[in-house]
């Protein structure tokens, strides 16, 4: 493939979806440290999610300061969080 005359906008999209997934390593730490910290706190992520009490498993991933919009499910494994955006996404599973 030959290299484009202008590597800046070839480039453009996949550097801005670098450095959007990047902040996304900031809100991963808070929560995965939040979790980490707390015993109570990740006792109640996996009661919860034992329930299938989806509804009190956002909340309390929220209540990590999570401030992007997320998704998570669950597994007897596990629980799967993957905080989203336009440009790009970043996951992160947990086993119980």
Do not use: C
Request: no cysteine; hydrophobic share 40%; net charge positive.
């Amino acid at each position: 493939m030959p290299v484009p005359l202008n590597v800046q906008i070839y480039t453009s999209g996949v550097r801005a979806s670098s450095y959007e997934v990047q902040s996304l390593f900031g809100e991963m730490q808070k929560m995965l440290a939040a979790i980490s910290a707390s015993p109570p706190y990740a006792f109640q992520i996996r009661k919860h999610a034992e329930l299938s009490n989806m509804k009190e498993v956002r909340r309390l991933i929220r209540q990590s300061g999570l401030a992007s919009p997320f998704e998570v499910s669950y597994t007897p494994d596990g629980i799967t969080i993957l905080i989203l955006r336009p440009r790009g996404s970043l996951s992160v599973f947990l086993k119980w």
